[in-house]
């Protein structure tokens, strides 16, 4: 799969919704430690997976922190 600029697929942003709606103050403004966190969640995801979600973990992580 291959990606212009800032779009995410509606898979990514479905999990992504869900994880802060169960781990709210899990996740950080770091993305590394994002991907940390997931792997340590147990969470059955490719890489590429884990590296989008733990993007757009960590984009929407800073844009709710800005408000």
Not at 4 to 29: N, Q
């Amino acid at each position: 799969m291959f990606f212009l600029g800032k779009a995410v697929p509606k898979s990514i942003k479905s999990r992504v919704e869900e994880l802060l709606e169960f781990y709210p103050d899990k996740f950080g403004t770091s993305f590394d430690q994002n991907k940390v966190l997931l792997n340590e969640l147990g969470l059955s995801l490719s890489r590429f997976d884990r590296n989008m979600i733990a993007g757009f973990l960590t984009r929407k992580v800073k844009d709710l922190k800005s408000d």
